[in-house]
């Protein structure tokens, strides 16, 4: 190896462990704030008891607020975070559109339909096919914008399409709401539709974390697929990239992971959209990097977020979809005002 | 490496684009496409280069069809410059050239110093060394197909694709990547629109028209006055220069 290529490992490295550092102190932070304060070496005590590394007496009902509720939530809305920003990350590279993202093309809409319709509807039962129906949901709404935008697929096409497909969706679940919910019902459907990781519980945390993982495994390894995108389908498929066999498979992976987290968590917006860009902006547009980067910034943002959800009008906690929104919008119009001047 | 088209045709929906067309280029040589818009160049190079498959007859690398070969396989041999590449991406020069080396890794496979040494060699040819961490969105038309070039090479690639590579740029420029093209003495197919540069740098010319191939041979048997009134609808007057030696097509207007 050249030095300048030892050097970028290294400093490829620090830049993963500081990011880790951060998230763990961010959990952490997650798991001691909340109604009952609870200090942050209580919170480190509690977690290496369960694993078994200290015996630290530990009050058990802060153990419990800890164990049961809080390092749960956080850890959800941390694989949330990485698998929305993963999702934003790959649709931005294969459909070559700097503003393609799960909420922003209408996937999350229509996983809200899916899941909102097992719900209300009664299609089965428990969190399994909730994340099935919210799955459908979101391959027909991909489905719908992908033959849309069919034909040349410009950056114009696919955001119209996108836009139509969540509007489309959104009228479906404010449909079966208002025809099938009652009104108690109707208040915490639109509640979980704004996004809120209260109620998440270690069965999620499984369900996120097997999803986010294998979603990033997947997409790692088409990450030289992904670079070959970068001057459209034609171009990759003369590298030698198998195209519709990529397309697809990352697609379904998108649309699994996203599928999975409004299932659990309701549709945020805007994780997918920010961290790509920002992410770019630290480790330049190679998806070898990008990919692992985007996952670990998009959940230190979703567990700050989380965070900020819960002090911001304390003790009543904020649709977490208010605050990614409020961080995203400024940030989209930058991009748009920027693609603007480079197009 | 010799790439022959035996009898291709090719459908965009029931329109026929490209209706049974052979053409075969010999190792070391250039081929030039010529024709209208519209005549079915495009998707005869989109074939040529594999990125389409025909609906009838064959494409053969060395009288091996090149639905035989893998993607890798092929990526390795046939390298592909488009008439326009365009990104949203924040790519350097040098990512773009690196991109060359995808077909020969695996996904996971390291990236070693003789990549370097292609990339950086793929680089000199095109002349773009001093510009490697350049952004793709600051280059010039001329510098965007100069760099896509060298992506090409840096596939090491035994035939060269280019579908109007010349487009858009001015007169230095698309004498410039011509020069660099006939320089490197690989199997060339090239689309082209200007009959004097397809006269000046092909050994060979396929005249095309609504599809189907009206004549092919060296440029002195086929840029004739006639050829050019019955394909293009131009009066020409064709002319040998006095200096370069190559044929001169003056249009009369």
Redesign the interface.
């Known amino acids: 190896m050249t030095p300048s290529r030892i050097r970028l490992w290294a400093a490829g490295t620090a830049g993963v462990l500081i990011v880790l550092a951060a998230l763990l102190v961010a959990i952490t932070a997650g798991v001691a704030i909340g109604e009952m304060a609870i200090p942050m070496k209580t919170t480190v005590a509690a977690v290496t008891n369960r694993i078994g590394l200290t015996a630290i007496p530990v009050p058990r009902i802060q153990e419990a607020v800890i164990w049961d509720y809080r390092l749960s939530r956080s850890l959800v809305a941390a694989f949330c975070g990485a698998g929305l920003a993963l999702s934003g990350a790959i649709l931005q590279s294969l459909l070559r559109n700097p503003l393609a993202e799960p909420y922003v093309l209408g996937i999350s809409a229509g996983a809200s339909t899916g899941a909102v319709s097992i719900m209300l509807l009664g299609f089965g039962a428990g969190a399994i096919s909730l994340s099935a129906g919210a799955f459908a949901g979101a391959l027909l709404a991909f489905a719908f914008v992908v033959m849309l935008a069919s034909g040349r697929q410009t950056a114009d096409r696919t955001i119209l399409a996108g836009v139509a497909a969540s509007q489309l969706f959104n009228a479906l679940t404010s449909y079966i709401v208002s025809t099938s919910a009652n009104a108690e019902q109707a208040r915490s459907v639109m509640f979980w539709l704004l996004g809120s990781f209260a109620g998440v519980r270690w069965p999620d945390v499984a369900l996120s974390a097997s999803v986010v993982s294998v979603g990033l495994v997947v997409c790692i390894w088409h990450s030289r697929a992904l670079d070959a995108f970068t001057f459209g389908e034609d171009a990759a498929r003369s590298l030698g990239i198998a195209v519709g066999r990529v397309r697809v498979v990352l697609l379904l992976v998108t649309a699994l992971m996203t599928a999975t987290m409004v299932s659990m968590v309701g549709a945020i917006g805007f994780v997918g959209l920010v961290i790509p860009h920002a992410a770019r902006f630290i480790v330049g547009p190679g998806h070898m990097r990008l990919l692992p980067a985007c996952a670990l910034v998009g959940a230190l943002f979703m567990v700050v977020a989380d965070i900020v959800s819960r002090i911001i009008i304390a003790p009543q906690v904020l649709p977490i979809g208010v605050v990614t929104a409020l961080v995203g919008v400024p940030f989209f119009s930058v991009i748009l005002y920027r693609a603007r001047r480079v197009a | 490496m010799t790439l022959a088209a035996n009898a291709v045709r090719w459908l965009a929906g029931r329109k026929v684009i490209v209706d049974g067309v052979s053409v075969s280029v010999k190792p070391g040589q250039t081929l030039g496409l010529i024709g209208p818009n519209g005549s079915g160049k495009s998707s005869l190079i ?1 074939l040529l ?3 389409r498959a025909p609906a009838e007859g064959d494409v053969l690398l060395d009288n091996r069809k090149i639905s035989g070969f893998g ?6 041999r ?3 410059v ?1 008439q326009h ?7 350097t020069v040098l ?2 050239v690196k ?2 080396r ?2 020969h ?1 695996s ?2 496979s390291p ?1 070693t ?1 003789a990549d ?1 040494d292609i990339v950086e060699d793929a680089l000199v040819r095109v002349g773009l060394t001093d510009r490697r961490d350049q952004f793709w ?1 600051t280059l010039s038309g001329g510098e965007r197909q100069r760099v ?1 070039l060298a992506r090409a090479l840096a ?1 090491s690639p035994v035939v060269l694709i280019l579908d109007e590579p010349t487009n858009h740029l001015d007169i230095q420029h698309q004498i410039d990547i011509l020069r660099l093209v006939e320089d490197l003495s690989i199997t060339t197919v090239v689309a082209i629109h200007d009959l004097n540069l397809a006269a000046r740098f092909c050994d060979r010319i396929a005249v095309l028209s609504e599809g189907k191939l009206v004549t092919c041979g060296p440029p002195t048997e086929i840029l004739t006055e006639k050829m050019i009134a019955d394909v293009f609808g131009v009066e020409a007057h064709v002319s040998t220069s006095a200096h370069h030696g190559r044929l001169h097509i003056q249009f009369l207007m």
Do not use: F
């Open positions: 989109r280069a594999g990125l993607r890798w396989e092929l990526a390795r046939v390298a592909v488009e590449s365009m990104t949203e991406a924040n790519v990512d773009v991109l060359g995808t077909p890794r996904a996971l990236w110093d370097d969105h896509q596939q």
